[in-house]
């Protein structure tokens, strides 16, 4: 029923698209919500979230245990630093840069603007908004709060843990394996090197 009601939630917001007009609709959507700040606003927040919340060693370590290889320490670098710097700037830049949106020659009308901004808030402000929430609903000094409220509380499933067991277990299986064939092989090379030079003494 849920993703019902949604299907025709949203095919009715997309039948104004569809009129003579529609392109007019269409730009101020995409101008402010799909290709705006918006976008960029949330995408920042999911970055600090990742690599200065939950931990950048400890996503990279995550990338390492699902592909099987460390990746560069750029990808850290850009995670850390490049990445939030850069939506900082394009977030300040786009409202030191701004211009009014228009269609060619048409330019809307401040009603217009003010639609859009709303529609880029609709999004934006969640992510305050549950901040302060948070902050006024959970119990404790502001410091503990913060604490709580900035501390992963992410446990893994229990075949995730038993899956990544038997990984580890393997891997040391795999290096006992190998450790036992060089000490082998140094062992038998250490031996004909042994016997050659006793073969030599004697003659």
């Known amino acids: 029923k849920f993703t019902l009601g949604m299907t025709v939630f949203m095919c009715l917001l997309g039948l104004p698209m569809i009129t003579r007009g529609g392109i007019y609709v269409f730009q101020l959507m995409d101008f402010y919500a799909a290709s705006g700040l918006s976008l960029l606003w949330c995408v920042f927040f999911q970055t600090i979230a990742i690599c200065w919340v939950f931990g950048a060693k400890k ?22 630093f490049l ?5 900082v700037f394009i977030f300040v830049f786009y409202f030191v840069r701004y211009s009014p ?6 330019h809307y009308p401040a009603w217009g603007e003010v639609l859009g ?11 305050p908004g549950y901040a302060i929430y948070y902050l ?23 075949e995730a843990v038993m899956a990544e067991e038997k990984a580890r277990l393997t891997c040391q299986d795999v290096r006992d394996v190998e450790m ?18 006793c073969l030599g003494e004697d003659l």
């Open 101 to 106: 949106i228009t269609m060619g020659a048409y």
């Open 59 to 80: 996503f990279y370590l995550c990338i390492e245990e699902m592909i099987g290889y460390r990746v560069s320490m750029y990808w850290y670098v850009c995670w850390v």
């Open 117 to 127: 901004f709303a529609i880029s808030l609709s999004s934006m402000l969640w992510v």
């Open 136 to 158: 006024l609903s959970t119990k404790g000094s502001w410091s503990e709060v913060l604490r709580q409220g900035v501390t992963p509380v992410i446990k893994p499933r229990k």
């Open 180 to 197: 036992n064939i060089e000490a082998d092989l140094s062992d038998d090379s250490c031996d004909s090197y042994d016997s050659k030079r």
């Open 83 to 87: 990445a939030p710097a850069f939506m």
